[in-house]
């Protein structure tokens, strides 16, 4: 498999570093296994020859020559992570080069893989319209409101499609690495994974932490506290709009626009995170934890927490341990 990593100035350090590591890891130990082991030909490219990564390390970039052809573009995150950052950044001359080129290699038929910030990137291009994608978590508001046509999921770790794949966050770019490893070879893959301690997530729900989300947006943020407020009393769509002089189609809406959710599904990941800070933090049983959010017994609880996020309540206690 033909991999072109695109680096870009100022991209973000470990996103490329892990990604090269996984598919180095992966060719190294592809003599282990039996004969015929697909190998990755890796090459890091550039819309210019030398990059300077996040912390001042120069990183040699073979040139965009028309006898490159991937099969795979993996384009990795830049440094930018807040909007007075990000959104200057994808203007910037190098960034539009990459995306006018991103354009091309999918006119060919290549796939193109975008983690973290990278994924934005893809966004900017067109590459994702009407289509579904995943982004770093804390990005999503900016994300919904600069791509709209995306269909966004921040809550899964991967998300593939026609064009390619994309990754959440940071440390997704390992994800994003061991995904295509596993689709050239799965015995491959796993291997690769022990070696360097990782597995791919489904998910990152037990990473997203609601008040960041919030503070995309004024109401959202005082409906965030308002919920903080009433966990143990239970959720009032109306009441939680009386309470912020708003309608509750206007706080739908809103909901919608900001977090892709309704204002219930958020009041539910509130009780989730404080369930799960209770559950690390306190001494108190399942039920006592239950009723501190607001549920009847543990069992509605116990129910939540696997469906939001892929454990029980005996493996979120053991993490700490």
């Known amino acids: 498999m033909r991999i072109a990593v695109l680096a870009l100035e100022d991209l973000f350090d470990s ?102 910030v990278g994924t934005f990137l893809l966004a900017d291009a067109g590459l994702l ?23 966004l999921d921040e809550g899964r770790m991967l998300v593939p499609t026609d064009v390619g794949v994309t990754a959440g966050a940071a440390m997704g770019h390992l994800d994003l690495a061991l995904w295509l490893i ?58 939680a709009a009386k309470a912020l002089g708003t309608s509750a189609r206007s706080l739908q809406r809103r909901c919608q626009a900001v977090l892709g959710k309704s204002p219930l599904a958020y009041f539910q990941d509130l009780r989730v995170e404080r369930a799960q800070s209770l559950l690390h933090g306190s001494g108190l049983d399942v039920d006592a934890i239950a009723a501190e959010v607001g549920y009847l017994d543990g069992a509605t609880l116990r129910t939540l927490l696997r469906e939001r996020l892929g454990r029980g309540v005996r493996d979120l206690r053991a993490e700490l341990r």
Not at 20 to 26: K, M, V, Y
Not at 200 to 208: E, F, L, P
């Open 129 to 151: 319209d009407g289509r579904e994608a995943t982004t770093s978590w804390w990005l999503a508001p900016l994300f919904r409101q600069r791509y709209p046509k995306v269909s």
């Open 15 to 116: 996103g490329l570093s892990v990604t090269l590591d996984a598919f180095a890891t992966a060719n190294a130990l592809a003599g282990n296994l039996v004969a015929g082991t697909p190998r990755f030909e890796v090459r890091v490219v550039g819309v210019r020859r030398k990059v300077s990564s996040m912390h001042g390390l120069t990183i040699p970039a073979k040139p965009l020559t028309p006898d490159l052809k991937p099969d795979w573009v993996v384009v990795p995150a830049l440094k930018a992570t807040t909007l007075e950052t990000l959104v200057p950044a994808l203007d910037r001359a190098d960034v539009r080069q990459a995306k006018a080129q991103l354009l091309k290699w999918r006119c060919e038929g290549v796939q193109i893989g975008a983690s973290c």
């Open 182 to 239: 596993r689709k050239a070879s799965p015995e491959l893959a796993t291997l690769v994974s022990r070696y360097l301690l990782a597995d791919i997530r489904s998910s990152q729900a037990s990473y997203i932490i609601p008040n960041h989300i919030a503070q995309a947006d004024p109401l959202i943020l005082c409906f965030e506290r308002w919920s903080r407020e009433h966990l143990q009393e239970g959720f009032s769509l109306q009441g």
